[in-house]
């Protein structure tokens, strides 16, 4: 049984900054990749930002310059630095954990961004 659990989300107001943490624990091996999504309510999921076990990292159009994925392997755990945050940054974030064949996600962490 593989296990996600995340945490750091909540209210910041615009400009401010937060950091998302996402830990795996369980029956998991050979992680790949670990990455951020996002999802407003009647949109699709969608990237944030990955990283893979040797460190290449990915990011959206909107999260480049201002969101920074990083992680630790002896920890299993995948973190996103977001600065800079604006009102369309309000969603539910998720973590995404690749390994070998399966892939797990996140219950979600609610973000807003609002005045």
């Known amino acids: 049984q593989v296990q996600l659990v995340e945490s750091g989300g909540g209210l910041v107001q615009p400009g401010g900054s937060l950091r998302l943490s996402c830990a795996a624990s369980g029956n998991i091996f050979s992680i790949y990749a670990m990455g951020w999504y996002r999802q407003i309510p009647g949109k699709q999921r969608e990237l944030v930002a990955t990283?893979?076990?040797?460190?290449?990292?990915r990011y959206a159009e909107s999260a480049k310059g201002r969101f920074t994925i990083s992680r630790d392997n002896a920890k299993n755990a995948v973190y996103l630095q977001m600065n800079n945050l604006d009102p369309e940054d309000t969603a539910v974030y998720y973590c995404k954990i690749v390994a070998g064949v399966q892939a797990y996600w996140g219950q979600g962490t609610q973000v807003t961004v609002s005045s």
């Open positions: 990283i893979t076990t040797g460190g290449s990292t």
